[in-house]
């Protein structure tokens, strides 16, 4: 037994001998290999980088899309004539037999024809609508007076004067008028924008009592035509009491009260009036009830519940208070509600005459000069002669011009601003 198991040992010995040595062998044989092959893989990965084609230059959209139309027109002449070669050979499918599927090909090709004149002529048609009136507007105000009973005259005139613009500039005052206009209309716009941008921030990130009712009164404010509300506005400004404050002051003996003259009622209180006072304009853009106030804090609204609430969290944890957080985070990211509200606010006080003309008497804006452009016609070019429309219609289309003139540099300068800022305060999409 001993000299089995010896025996075994010594073969279990060789054997492992073995394949040690053939271990080795194998080894032996592969180092060339490998040098080979690290020796060439340089020359490959040379070769391969010379072979890699170079990436072409993406195309522009606009490019892609001329090219991709060019391709699908191309192959629809292609099966369409396939098509009449295949009917004319007589080896149509009987798929392309069938009139259900005839139809479809003539439906095609028909809408494919007519689609492009049609889309011409809505487009044309709509453009012509809109500039109508500026190119009628641009035909008239350049044009002699004793042309516009010329027949020949239709859009283009003979000749070319500006003597209607500078009648018209002298009979609006049209310098003043534009400056006062100015100052009303960008300070209450300004003011607008920030009482408007505070009371769409609270709609939007908080909640109190009363939080739905007040916003209904805000809706009620886009809803609620001013003619409505204009009277008694009116008479609150005719007779302002100030909270009692002008009847403190004219117990106290005074006769003016903030440079206003007091006035005593029927009844014998006193009271003052802000009629014809640049003031009535300005206290409603401060407590956000100007002209379209309700419609600004909507926007303000809706444009601040789009932003990201970690924005605001994140001022928090960095020890900013909910007032801080709206000046240096949210009015930052809000440049764009900013642009498109005061713009909004510049037009619509700009165009503003009833309210304007309710409360304003010797203070003249363009909207007001332009509202009786006519009647002031009258008396300082016809001495005080009732003229009818036609024989005075190139000096009211140059006045036209001359109002419209500063809101349409305006908006070319800003369009591009604008558009983004309507795209983004969530009036459209």
């Known amino acids: 037994m001993a000299k089995e198991k010896k025996d075994k040992v010594l073969a279990e010995e060789v054997v492992a001998k073995e394949s040690v040595e053939e271990v080795k062998e194998e080894a032996l044989a592969e180092e060339p290999a490998k040098k080979k092959s690290a020796k060439e893989k340089p020359a490959k990965v040379k070769a391969a980088k010379e072979k890699k084609p170079r990436r072409k230059k993406e195309m522009s959209t606009e490019k892609a899309e001329k090219l991709f139309e060019k391709e699908r027109r191309q192959h629809l002449r292609e099966k369409e004539k396939a098509y009449k070669e295949a009917k004319k050979n007589g080896t149509l499918d009987e ?9 479809y090909l003539r439906r095609r090709r028909i809408f494919g024809f007519v689609w492009p004149i049609a889309r011409f002529l809505i487009l044309f048609g709509l453009g012509f609508v809109i500039l109508y009136p500026l190119i009628y507007m641009l035909s008239t105000a350049f044009r002699p007076n004793a042309q516009m009973n010329d027949p020949s005259v239709v859009w283009i005139p003979k000749s070319l004067t500006l003597s209607n613009l500078q009648d018209v500039w002298d009979v609006m005052d049209f310098g003043a008028t534009l400056l006062n206009t100015l100052r009303l209309n960008i ?11 505070l009371a769409g921030y609270g709609f939007a990130r908080f909640n109190f009592k009363g939080k739905g009712l007040m916003f209904g009164i805000v809706i009620m404010q886009i809803i609620v035509p001013p003619q409505i509300t204009v009277i008694p506005l009116y008479l609150q400004w005719a007779y302002f009491k100030m909270f009692g404050l002008v009847e403190v002051a004219a117990s106290a003996g005074a006769t003016t009260f903030l440079g206003i003259a007091i006035n005593t009622a029927s009844n014998g209180s006193h009271y ?7 003031v009535v304009m300005y206290v409603p853009a401060i407590l956000a009830n100007g002209i379209r106030s309700g419609l600004f804090i909507y926007i303000f609204r809706q444009f601040f519940r789009g932003l990201p609430m970690e924005l605001e969290d994140a001022a928090y944890l960095d020890g900013c ?6 000046i240096r985070v949210m009015i930052p990211n809000a440049s764009s509600a900013f642009l498109t509200v ?5 037009v619509w006080y ?4 009833y309210i304007s003309s309710t409360f304003f008497i010797n203070n003249h804006t363009v909207a007001l000069q332009l509202q009786k452009l006519s ?3 009258d008396a300082r070019l016809f001495n005080n002669a009732q003229v009818g429309t036609r024989r005075k219609i190139v000096w009211l289309e140059a006045g036209c011009l001359l109002s419209i003139t500063p809101i349409l540099v305006m908006y070319i300068f800003l369009q591009k601003y604008f558009t983004e800022g309507l795209a983004r305060s969530g009036l459209v999409g």
Do not use: M
């Not at 798929?95 to 139809?103: A, E, G, S, T």
């Open 95 to 103: 798929r392309q037999l069938d009139p259900k599927y005839l139809w």
């Open 187 to 197: 300070v209450c716009s300004l003011l607008s924008v920030v009482s408007c941008c």
């Open 272 to 278: 003052i009036s802000l009629i014809d006072h640049q």
């Open 321 to 326: 208070g909910p007032f801080k957080t709206f």
């Open 342 to 346: 005061f713009l909004f606010s510049i």
């Open 350 to 353: 700009w165009n503003d005459y």
């Open 375 to 377: 009647a002031t016609l």
